[in-house]
């Protein structure tokens, strides 16, 4: 699959990366439990996109459950665990704010994409691909033109969900 190198993957963190906790927000890395079989998922995607990119909605900061520097630990944790699997995350971005901000980086608005592509200029939403568990996911992925994967419930081995669903699109889009 050499011809999809080109390609970005933008995953979702919770309920598809780590288990999400029902009415909760992921706050110290304890409660940070991957997902069966998605660290072996993505060490299997590592060297066949160009950029794999987090995106992920934490309101939690918004509502000061939690601070940005918790987060921070949170995320430099996964991507050292993310690597010593043999994967690699090349950015994670989150937005902080309320869903009644009405920011533009909140998923489905496009801004943490938007983003991602400034600090990577190569990125082609055209050639993308967004894995996520929500509709809100999806419709992100739909508003810049992205390949989308929804994977679905998270209690059944996300990670061969996630390799089996992109590659079939992948195999869809360019087999
Ligand atoms: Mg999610
Ligand atoms: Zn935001």
Not at 121 to 135: L, N, Q, R, Y
Request: charged residues 20%; neutral net charge.
């Amino acid at each position: 699959m050499s011809h999809i190198k080109g390609w970005t993957l933008f995953l979702d963190r919770d309920g598809v990366i780590n288990r999400r906790l029902p009415g909760d927000y992921v706050k110290i890395w304890p409660q940070f439990e991957f997902l069966p079989g998605v660290l072996p998922a993505i060490a299997a995607f590592s060297p066949l996109f160009k950029h794999i990119i987090v995106v992920t909605n934490q309101q939690g900061i918004g509502k000061r459950l939690m601070d940005e520097a918790q987060l921070a630990d949170i995320h430099r944790r996964l991507k050292e665990t993310v690597a010593a699997a043999g994967g690699r995350i090349d950015a994670i971005y989150f937005c902080p704010h309320l869903s009644a901000d009405n920011c533009t980086c909140r998923k489905p608005n496009p801004g943490m994409a938007l983003q991602a592509q400034v600090d990577f200029p190569d990125i082609d939403f055209t050639k993308s691909v967004m894995a996520g568990d929500t509709a809100s996911d999806i419709q992100f992925g739909l508003n810049l033109d992205m390949t989308t994967a929804c994977i679905g419930n998270e209690d059944t081995a996300p990670g061969r969900r996630i390799i089996a669903s992109i590659a079939w699109l992948i195999w869809r889009k360019l087999g």
